[in-house]
């Protein structure tokens, strides 16, 4: 069934929406990638969920004047990014109206957003799957598990296609079936890939079903490759675990003495090393977590006498910048392999007022009566009731809150508005270009 809607806004995920009125039918939404605001488009309508069609769009009838033409021969496809018909600056723009509608009680709150100097080939980190017909790429948009074989992406360092066709080649002539989720079955889930910007240090991990048998001249060969075309990478093949009755494990195999990749981050006065293994989160847009860090700080104003919480620190990447400016910083990570990291990087740094503590943030709140002042960097999943009831227990005077979900950031500020606390300030910062995401920093005091 076809329609011809008109564009009224985009949804949370970046899909733009009209409505769709029937005859002796409820109008409903429908939501369909590769439109803008204004544009009247003819869509194909093919699911309806919820009371929203999803749609494919298959004709503009009335452009924006300000459409552009997608870089990427993928574009529409690929799930990877979906705006790059939108120029960069209404981007930002959308991105500034979503953090306004949002926080309807801070609107004098809320500073420009800082966009990217460019909004291509930022990513240091990339995860590519391997699909039917020897596809390696990222998931199709709006599709259960098919993956597009790409040929190019304009969101990494270039060097990540040479890796990724080097390994499609490698799977073809060794005949090495992709992983089944659904059955259990085949061998080859991903392909990893990450750099570090300032340093030119690459990693490259392959994972594959943990409970299969691998051929070792297939084995061989990945290594030889990649060590050819990649002689300073680190390289990994990690298998992926499963078994009833026991939690998801990853057993990891070096194929290379050099088994971590370093990055540098560099600040107004400061710069640091980072140490990262295979598994360690860093911010995937490095340029911009360099903003993003020294406005954080600078939000703060801190007096050099606090104790610093760093809930959520991962590899403690704003824990050591904010060490140097405060008595004491204390990072709270449930991570294993990112607790371990971000010790490693206190002390190749010489930070020796830097504490990192294994926990749960929730349950490390709840044992712990008072804190002065708090960095929360949550995942997109916000903070959840427990952690913000025991946060809220905890009485801080300044909450800085980095968040790379605003929805559920915007939930979690509602609860600590009833509990009293203000918001000073809020940053957004664009650390994705071409999607709708948007990392978003706040600042309450009590």
């Not at 890796?163 to 990893?192: D, F, I, M, V």
Request: some cysteine; glycine content about 6%.
């Amino acid at each position: 069934m076809t329609a011809d809607i008109t564009i009224e806004g985009f949804l949370e995920k970046g899909e733009a929406f009209g409505t769709y009125s029937a005859p002796n039918r409820l109008p409903a939404t429908v939501s369909v990638r590769g439109a803008m605001v204004g544009e009247t488009v003819r869509v194909q309508l093919f699911r309806k969920r919820k009371g929203t069609y999803d749609a494919k769009l298959l004709d503009v009838l009335e452009p924006s004047k300000v459409r552009q033409k997608p870089r990427c021969i993928h574009f529409g496809q690929c799930g990877g990014c979906m705006w790059q018909h939108i120029p960069y600056e209404e981007q930002l723009n959308i991105k500034s109206d979503r953090i306004n509608a949002l926080f309807p009680y801070a609107k004098d709150k809320i500073k420009p957003i800082i966009g990217c100097d460019t909004p291509w080939n930022k990513r240091n980190k990339m995860e590519f799957s391997f699909g039917k017909f020897d596809s390696l790429g990222l998931y199709r948009a709006k599709s259960s598990g098919h993956i597009i074989d790409l040929n190019e992406c304009h969101l990494c360092p270039e060097w990540f296609l040479i890796a990724l066709n080097e390994a499609r080649n490698w799977q073809k002539q060794h005949a090495l079936p992709h992983y089944h989720p659904s059955s259990n079955g085949g061998l080859l889930r991903t392909l990893t890939l990450r750099h570090g910007f300032r340093t030119n240090e690459k990693m490259i991990i392959l994972t594959v079903a943990g409970d299969k048998d691998f051929p070792q001249i297939a084995w061989d060969d990945f290594s030889h490759r990649m060590k050819k075309n990649f002689p300073d990478a680190a390289i990994f093949i990690r298998r992926h675990i499963l078994a009833k009755g026991i939690p998801t494990r990853f057993e990891e195999i070096a194929l290379t003495e050099k088994t971590t990749l370093i990055e540098k981050l560099v600040l107004p006065n400061q710069e640091l090393n980072f140490t990262l293994s295979p598994m360690s989160f860093f911010q995937p847009n490095p340029s911009q977590a360099e903003q993003l860090y020294a406005l954080a700080l600078d939000m703060l104003e801190l007096k050099g006498d606090e104790t610093l919480y760093d809930l959520f620190c991962g590899t403690a990447t704003l824990s050591l910048f904010a060490a140097q400016r405060v008595k004491k910083v204390i990072g709270v990570e449930l991570n294993p392999e990112a607790v371990q990291d971000a010790r490693r990087n206190a002390q190749d740094n010489t930070l020796p007022n830097v504490t990192i503590i294994e926990a749960d943030v929730a349950k490390f709140l709840e044992d712990e009566p008072s804190i002065d002042c708090v960095l929360i960097d949550p995942p997109r999943c916000g903070l959840g009731p427990k952690a913000v009831e025991w946060l809220i227990k905890a009485h801080p005077k300044k909450i800085l809150y980095i968040s790379c979900n605003p929805y559920t950031q915007a939930t979690d500020c509602l609860e600590f508005k009833k509990a009293g606390y203000k918001i000073q300030s809020i940053q957004p910062v664009d650390q994705f270009p071409n999607t709708a995401h948007c990392e978003n920093i706040i600042l309450l005091s009590k």
